[in-house]
């Protein structure tokens, strides 16, 4: 409440509507060790109503962590303090999951409770044996990603995921009758989970429903009936308590109904000290912990996969080698499960899936095992018709460490899990989507399954990096890159359809600049064609046809903008040097290319929506042939010359 | 059967499998006119398991609509036909919605019920009293969307929905129980719907069924137990029906099995001549509607309203005007709220709403009374932590005709709906979004909630008009723009925080030309600003300092880029001369930018999340002070002079 006043700004309503059972949960529950925010057997908690961040950043310190002190709390919502306005991973340990886009603080615990389960089956309950907990407000549960998580929770029995639900009955509009008429309970009984109701500020009442809640072997929904706002006693239970800060007289009517009359950020020593004693609750079991580590034949791949680094071989290079001896024209996707094969097979750390297109994704490789309620040991997720629920899973499973968690749909759903995606890169976690059919090369489906706008539109999100490979070798390429990065997402945009294989030869890492030159123009070079995917095969054609009209072009491949963007000036000028013309060709939108290509540059691009038909009637029909593109290509040479 | 193995491409299982329950729909139930594909008064039918395109394009044959013909069917998936893959409103009368990208279907249904009772309210049972008709498959239901289409549905019971969910417990991957353990029904009737099952094979059964649903006052799920590919005997019940074509021996084993002997697309007269008597049912129901139409004294505000025609005054000159008389220094959301208090009176078409952000999205203005179960003629909508579903909804109503919806969300919720967004834009209907809190300018609710990459995002989606308006006269300008346009979507992306109005005297709208000329260079001009929404005043000011250096700059506000780029080629040049430096600023990214500003412009923009903090501690922190920028300018200028 007088954090939320200083700033004036924030949410009090739900801090103080679940102050009670979060006291309860956290001084009596919550596995956790204040000095070592990482154990990594800690129970994780995700506060998934992120607006009520005050309630996760009072509980951090009074519970003894480092950080937040009393003057981060005074600079709640200020760029100087962690406490941010919704808590962030990477601000704050102690901060599981960056939270506040409503329903993915949910999602991403369910990830959570899916990799617990994972190393639980691999490396035991002596390492393994923690619970993911989760307080979620109304809104939480009515966005669509709801049911698509508690879905896939309750199919995988994930019975040590335990969600409090503030049941306040109210949302910034009002109350929540105004826009729901929902049974929730009997929604998620309808789901195979378990729920179980107090009233969420009679300490036993709580006590009880979490002890319920512990004993049963299905997830369980706790409904936690609460007034937010609870303490002031003018706005308590009203939805002006929600986003606004209470105002200094209901602050001061509220010291007076709580009898409370210590002044603001001055919290009384005997309070204090009792807290930090609850703190201290988890070093016993954390140093039992940590004996039976030290103790274990899993103990260095156990610290391998939690720290995650990477074994030294992940089977990338016997991969490429192999590509080199017998070169392979396949689709980019079977590329891809190519790769997979090998990485599979090298790097126990990879649990993949798909949002129901398996067989298209190619996500699956052999010895893969579906992961499910009996065999937790599995490495593959049928995530079922959820994209959404499958990217928001997987920011849980890379953010509670020990597992690198890949997962397919086709691009054009990219959209469908957009906002995970942007939350796996604020969050800095490394989570691989594996996006195929990634142009009108899908054909026959038409329009509404066509990406046009989807990878610069993904190319402009912070910290993903985009890969869109051309051939086996630089799908492979992207694959290592991918894994090998740690502080953040990776997507790759694969072909439906066959694709020759245009890196024969042994080289580094090439993907590894973002763009390289492929191939250097034979006589005097005019053209440098830059493409990305199915489309650098189109570039070759072009090029060999201006050759033979004796103009010299480059073929550049840019799989990735964003690392080319990184090199150095001189190597960027060398691949697109300024007196040339130069020509992207990519079969998505024109918008962006100016980057590279400049104001006298040529984007050969689509800059509408598809249409329905074989793959090749498409490419003919946008103008993504050589016969198009040549005379596009001469007629803009023909008049720079003019200029 | 046929016509998907002639394409060899396509999905036989669902069409096969729900022929039976869609034939008694058709035949039996759905009130529709071939003759009349727009009818006003028609059932609406939504297949919302878009992939069994055939199942609809068989059906519209069949009952006698001009297209598609047989030929049409025959080359389905093909350039020339208006059969694709998926099924395209835009390419075929009688094709309700295109569908394809799961839940959405169902979710524009629940909006085409909302408008039919809104109209019927308004207009009585004389002009508006129609159905909604589903198809919809397991997919659609696994969706996060489905959850909030039926949640509002259920809500306000749209007891005119009925639904026909094809439970055939097939998937892409396998077995529904694959991935999910859900009791659809219970779900359903925790959310206020009616329930009830039947053989989807059984054609009584289905009567019974659709039956019951008619008369219950509730939206109905129709559990239709079906098998996929029904009548492929080596494959029915199995995902290889799906989505691929039978194969020749599999398609001549169910002509065996269906005692089926007519060659491909051949169709025996006397079964025709049934199906087109069948089609025939609905005419005397139409031509009593027309009687009554003509007899209505609400006829010509109801065409008016169904044909999409604004009335001569949408209330926007007036509102205009007063802007000049009394200058509004407002945030550009609260301009939208005051621009819609003249629209609303003047324009009775809108029904309006936000995803429960109703407060900050200013969306409601003071005469509008919420639509709900019990007044169905209220103009706005609560549509609850549902930012997709609103999205999807809003396409329902406009697809329906007779009403133009508006929502609004944060800007950075953009994301949520996203999808819906690329159907408002593919589908061609006026839907307008209201997206508020635009850019770091909301301050303190931090990086999970500053749109950053979401602008420039949605100007690549084709057919989308996005407006970034830079005060109150912009505002209502766009608003015009928004109103007046009717073959697709568009988008205001508004500032939280207040702006001064720099619009000070009468113009025409400005704003249709996509960028304008505001602030001339009152000195030798050596540089274009270039800015959107809340960066023109900073660009005013830059401008103000720059001048104040002796270096003339034009300040140019560019409220929509897809409107500049259609002008001819001497305004746009006119705008950004070639001889001047260009700098675009704006509080998003910066790729894209270079489209205007070229390879030596200066783009000012975040090529980064945001933080938590006050506003214009984020705006000085992130470079967006004329402080910063002025050097920059400068050190472009001189390096150009090096050059």
Not at 198 to 208: Q, S
Not at 301 to 312: K, Q, Y
Not at 575 to 591: C, F, N, R, Y
Request: glycine share 10%; proline share 5%; aromatic share 6%.
């Amino acid at each position: 409440m007088d954090g939320v006043q200083a700033a004036n700004s924030g949410h009090p309503g739900m801090p103080m509507g679940m102050a009670d059972a979060a006291t309860i949960l956290f001084t009596e529950y919550l596995k956790f060790d204040p000095q070592d925010p990482d154990w990594h057997d800690r129970d994780r908690f995700v506060l998934s109503a992120g607006h009520g961040s005050m309630l996760l950043y009072s509980l951090l310190h009074l519970t003894g962590y480092e950080r937040p002190t009393i003057d981060d709390i005074r600079n709640f919502r200020q760029l100087a303090s962690p406490c941010a306005g919704h808590p962030e991973n990477f601000l704050l340990p102690g901060v599981e999951a960056t939270t506040g886009p409503l329903g993915q603080g949910f999602a991403m615990s369910v990830g959570m409770a899916i990799a617990e389960r994972h190393l639980n089956a691999l490396f035991g309950d002596d390492l393994v044996d923690h619970r993911t907990w989760v307080i979620a407000g109304d809104g939480d549960l009515m966005e669509g990603i709801n049911h698509e998580a508690m879905g896939l929770a309750g199919h995988l029995a994930l019975g040590r995921l335990n969600v409090l639900w503030d049941n306040n009955k109210i949302t910034i509009d009002g109350a929540t009758d105004l826009s729901t008429s929902e049974d929730i309970p009997a929604r998620y009984r309808a789901s195979g989970w378990h729920v179980v109701g107090c009233d969420g500020h009679d300490f036993d009442g709580i006590r009880a429903a979490l002890d319920e809640a512990v004993a049963d072997p299905r997830p369980s929904l706790i409904d936690c009936r609460t007034i937010i706002g609870w303490g002031a006693p003018n706005k308590m239970g009203t939805a002006a308590t929600h986003g606004a800060a209470l105002g200094p007289e209901e602050v001061a009517a509220a010291r007076q109904h709580l009898v409370w009359d210590s002044e603001p950020f001055d919290l009384p020593e005997e309070i204090s000290a009792a807290w930090r004693e609850h703190g201290r609750r988890g070093i016993g079991a954390h140093e039992a912990w940590r004996a039976r580590l030290a103790a274990s034949h899993h103990r260095d791949e156990f610290v391998r996969r939690m720290d995650g680094r990477l074994p030294a071989d992940i089977g990338i290079a016997d991969h490429l080698q192999s590509l080199i001896a017998n070169l392979q024209k396949v689709a980019t996707r079977k590329a891809s499960e190519l790769a997979l094969e090998a990485i599979n097979a090298a790097l126990p750390d990879t649990i993949g899936g798909s949002a129901d297109l398996t067989g298209s994704n190619n996500t699956r490789t052999k010895a893969q095992k579906p992961l499910t309620r009996d065999h937790y040991s599995g490495r593959y997720i049928y995530y079922g018709i959820r994209e959404f629920g499958m990217a928001a899973a997987m920011n849980g499973m890379a953010l509670h460490g020990g597992v690198i968690p890949y997962g397919g749909t086709f691009l054009i759903f990219s959209d469908y899990c957009r906002p995970a995606i942007r939350l796996s890169a604020l969050q800095q976690v490394r989570v691989l989507y594996v996006m195929t059919h990634d142009s009108i090369g899908l054909g026959e489906d038409g329009p509404t399954h066509q990406p046009v706008e989807h990878l610069t539109s993904l190319r402009m999100i912070p910290n993903l990096t985009v890969f869109r490979p051309a051939d086996a070798v630089e799908t492979a390429e992207c694959w290592a890159l991918s894994l090998e990065r740690q502080d953040g997402p990776s997507l790759l945009a694969l072909s439906r359809q066959n694709l020759p294989q245009l890196r024969t030869g042994r080289t580094d890492n090439l993907c590894a600049r973002g763009a390289y030159r492929l191939r250097a123009a034979q006589v005097a070079r005019q053209v440098v064609l830059i493409a990305t995917g199915s489309e650098v095969e189109l570039a070759m054609n072009v090029a060999d046809a201006l050759e033979g009209q004796g103009i010299g072009a480059d073929v550049v491949s840019m799989p990735c903008w964003s690392l080319f963007d990184a090199q150095e000036p001189n190597y960027r000028a060398d691949i697109l040097p300024q007196d040339t013309l130069k020509v992207s060709i990519e079969a998505g939108v024109t918008l962006g290319w100016e980057r590279y290509v400049g104001p006298r540059g040529l984007a050969i691009g689509l800059d509408r929506f598809g249409a329905s038909a074989p793959a090749e009637h498409l490419f003919k029909r946008f103008g993504f042939t050589a016969e198009a593109i040549v005379p596009r290509i001469l007629a803009a040479l023909s008049s720079q010359g003019d200029q």
